[in-house]
């Protein structure tokens, strides 16, 4: 369900995309594209911002999406970035239950929301990057509509995220 076009951002985009000198994007060894480590980096190494167009909540609302879209980040200000527009190399980050990158909001100068994308724990050249989607379904899907297949020990068996724990 994650299906990629070939990048072909490099040759075609008139449009600078900013340079992420971390990620090299290529075949990944879970789904389609992913990106992977250039050199060794360890925990907390700045990757990239989540880069493309944005929307807010009534733009996306009205917007009929392609399910094959999957470069959709939601800001927890409503915000919604779509990689597929304008994008780096970060929106080929896959999903794993057991990453090793994350993604964390912080403000620019401007006061916008920004998603950083940074090494979670220590990386070595050629390793796959990934984060934990967490994908939340406001469609009522079930967990099984977005199965997982990482492989990691702890794996969900889906990139949803997990339910909450209920209140005891
Ligand atoms: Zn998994």
Redesign the pocket.
């Known amino acids: 369900m994650r299906e990629f076009a070939i990048d072909t951002a490099m040759t075609t985009s008139k449009k600078a995309v900013s340079s992420t000198p971390g990620i090299r994007v290529g075949p990944s060894t879970i789904h389609g594209l992913g990106a992977f480590a250039t050199r060794d980096m360890p925990a907390g190494t700045f990757l990239g911002f989540y880069e493309g167009r944005r929307y807010n909540a009534e733009q996306i609302a009205a917007k009929t999406w392609d399910d094959q879209l999957t470069y959709l980040f939601t800001l927890s200000d409503g915000m919604t970035i779509d990689g597929g527009k304008g994008g780096n190399a970060t929106r080929h980050l896959n999903?794993?239950?057991?990453p090793n990158c994350e993604a964390v909001e912080e403000y620019d100068d401007a006061g916008r929301l920004l998603l950083r994308f940074q090494t979670l724990v220590a990386v070595e050249a050629g390793d796959e990057l990934f984060i934990d989607y967490s994908l939340t379904a406001d469609d009522g899907s079930a967990p099984s509509d977005y199965p997982?297949?990482?492989?990691?020990p702890?794996?969900?068996?889906?990139?949803l995220a997990p339910p909450e724990e209920p209140l005891q």
């Open positions: 999903h794993c239950c057991d997982c297949h990482c492989g990691s702890n794996c969900r068996g889906s990139m």
